[in-house]
């Protein structure tokens, strides 16, 4: 069953602790996204990478890093940077342009 | 750079009734546009896509769009709206990244309420 595995689900933290968020893909989809969703504001990109070891910075990277060292893996690390980390956060996978990003089913982080 | 307008961040209709889901977007190329579907605490589903091939997209659970050059717009549709089609619906545009990949630009969504 090829897809795209967030986990997990629901993530608390407390303020000041670093957090990794981890995304999976079985898709041999070379290129993988971080999204951020906030009530009311759509998606946002905060990182993508178009192949392994090789990464950039989407709209809104700052507080944020990510590492690419598989093809099938695409971590995500919400720092203590981070002045609003309270979000839902969607990893997708992908190809070019004319093609559709298939998106896991996201990790909700709640920090107090 | 490139964007996209939903108007209507709510729309509610009655069940079997119409449904019209507006998007507007801009762009400086052929656009490729995308809908997709979120259900609450869920991943995003493509509903349809459109890549220059046809104007009138016919999508997935009896969904269609057409893509109007004239207006930038590319408007969702269903004929006759179901109590599982209550949602948020997402319109993208794409543009590629050099090298490969691609980013999408996404509305604000539009949250479907379906009422009996």
């Known amino acids: 069953d090829g897809g795209i595995t967030q986990s997990p689900k629901y993530l608390f933290r407390k303020e000041g602790q670093n957090v990794t968020l981890s995304c999976e893909q079985n898709l041999n989809h070379d290129a993988m996204y971080w999204y951020r969703q906030d ?11 178009q192949i392994v070891n090789d990464f950039q910075k989407g709209d809104i990277a700052e507080g ?12 995500l690390t919400v720092t203590s940077a981070q002045k609003n980390p309270t979000a839902f956060y969607l990893c997708a996978a992908g190809r070019g342009p004319e093609y559709e990003q298939y998106f896991g089913p996201g990790t ?5 | 750079a490139q964007s996209v307008t939903q108007l209507g961040s709510h729309v509610s209709v009655s ?3 119409l449904v019209l889901l507006r998007c507007n977007y801009s762009s400086s190329v052929p656009p490729y546009l995308f809908w997709y579907v979120q259900y609450p605490n869920q991943g995003l589903q493509l509903l349809l896509k459109y890549t220059s091939a046809a104007t009138l997209v016919k999508g997935i659970n009896g969904f269609e ?14 004929p006759s709206a179901h109590m599982s089609d ?6 993208a545009v794409s543009e590629g990244f050099t090298g490969g990949g ?15």
């Open chain 1, 39 to 49: 009530p009311g504001q759509g998606l946002r990109l905060i990182y993508y990478s």
């Open chain 1, 64 to 75: 944020y890093s990510v590492s690419r060292e598989k093809k099938e893996s695409f971590p």
């Open chain 1, 108 to 112: 909700r982080l709640t920090v107090t």
């Open chain 2, 15 to 17: 069940e079997g009734a």
């Open chain 2, 65 to 78: 769009a057409e893509f109007k050059k004239s207006e930038t717009s590319f408007h969702l549709t269903k």
């Open chain 2, 86 to 91: 209550a949602a948020e619906y997402f319109c």
């Open chain 2, 102 to 116: 691609n980013k999408l630009t996404f509305g604000t969504g539009t949250q479907l309420k379906v009422e009996l």
